[in-house]
């Protein structure tokens, strides 16, 4: 399985952003998609998942409410949709993917087996 994220960029606090990560390969395999978020020195952090069957959601305390995430199973593209960005979610977000019958760790990094190259988000108050 191959992720490709891509829409980052600067934008001012209170915009909106939308990411996409698009999956290729073995997509049957994927069981959840997630974003996580890096900034230098501090552990990668969870940001939202999406189970793709189901459609299950997940989101990390800090987004609650202000992100939102989605699939589109026919072009296999997990989408998030940023909303209200505030300055500290300035950040390298990367997707990744979970494989089934795994787990259902869907906040842990160390759960999830296919990563993406990251998209810079820079917000700037």
């Known amino acids: 399985v191959q992720l490709q994220a891509s829409g980052g960029g600067l934008v001012q606090a209170g915009d909106s952003l939308r990411l996409s990560c698009a999956a290729s390969?073995?997509?049957?395999?994927?069981?959840?998609t997630g974003w996580f978020r890096q900034t230098p020195g501090k552990e990668r952090e969870f940001v939202a998942s999406?189970?793709?069957?189901?459609?299950?959601?997940y989101y990390g305390n800090s987004v609650k409410g202000r992100f939102t995430i989605s699939r589109d199973g026919a072009s296999n593209t997990v989408y998030l949709q940023m909303n209200e960005l505030k300055s500290e979610d300035t950040a390298v977000y990367y997707c990744a993917a979970k494989r089934r019958f795994t787990p259902s760790d869907f906040t842990s990094s160390d759960a999830y087996h296919y990563w993406g190259s990251g998209t810079l988000v820079t917000v700037s108050s």
């Open positions: 999406i189970t793709w069957t189901l459609g299950n959601t």
């Open positions: 390969g073995r997509t049957p395999n994927i069981y959840a």
